[in-house]
């Protein structure tokens, strides 16, 4: 195509499938977002950099959660003065998320820029939806110091709550599709690559009862909307050949959707090498050009 553009791409392997050598060889210039640090670096080597930025984004380093537990001051009357704990507080992630769609936005609006790599989309997804727990947690401080109650009352780390709950992922869901949908408006390509994870869902159990439970299907670890929104999936894998009495190596790509134009349903389930070149190829052989 003219302008290279083709739209959204994720790619899921399991480590070594090469995601990262592929998600590198499209079109530049190329901003590499090294989110799970040190992709750029284990893929590099096997193909030119030129036209390539990488920029890593490491994740913030909580010495209380490294070190394991820590003992707080207990409320308790009658208990030791101190409590051991494993500490619940989120920092760092807000800011970590705000320096990515920081420069991601940037690299949009650079008009040079070809493609855009989240290198990984799995860890990406951790780092959005941590940020959002991040703003809910100081939200529950500040409630605490301005409530004629408690204020006046030290803050027990133990109360900070872990997780989300099931209706407070809308923020982050939304920007995650902010994510997407400013790629595809500046037309830049941009491609995710993916960690595998188990499916859960109903399964029978050994007593014919219907539980939760693993399906056996792999499925993008992630942000779950991944695949409906993206006009590309493929899952890489190694494959094992034989050329002149030797074993060679390919990193093999399926495709499992596609929304490429004169590509489509017909390209669903095919098999070629994990390559921008590999997918152009299909794509022009599919046109009858």
Known sequence: MENDFIGIIAICGDE???????????????????????????????LSTEGIVSKGYPKPIQMEKLLGQVGTPSAQVGTPSTRVSIPKKVTG??????????????????KEVKTLVI?????????????????????????????????????DEN??????????????????????HTARSFQKNLVLTHYPTDEYGAIPDSKGNI?????????????????????????????????????????????????????????TGLEIPSTYEGIMNLQRMMKGE
């Open 211 to 267: 539980v939760e439970g693993k399906t056996g299907i792999k499925i993008l670890d992630g942000f779950k909307e991944t695949v409906k929104l993206v006009d590309m999936v493929m899952w890489l894998s190694i494959k094992e050949t034989v050329e002149q009495g030797k074993k060679i190596k390919h990193p093999i790509a399926k495709i499992t959707k596609c929304g490429l134009e004169g590509m489509g349903l017909d390209a």
């Open 93 to 110: 992630m807000k800011e970590l998320w705000q320096q990515i769609v920081q420069d991601f936005v940037n690299a949009c609006m650079d």
């Open 159 to 180: 109360e900070y709550r872990e997780r989300l709950q099931p209706p407070e992922y809308g923020p982050a869901n939304d920007k995650m599709r902010t994510i997407l």
């Open 16 to 46: 070594g499938t090469c995601k990262t050598t592929m998600a590198l060889t499209f079109p530049k210039p190329l901003h590499h977002f090294d989110i799970d640090v040190g992709g750029f670096r284990r893929a590099a080597w096997r």
């Open 119 to 155: 290198d990984s989309n799995t860890l990406l997804w951790n780092i959005c939806h941590n940020s959002h727990l991040q703003e809910l947690q100081e939200r529950q401080l500040i409630k605490w110091k301005n409530d004629p109650k408690t204020k006046n009352i030290p803050f």
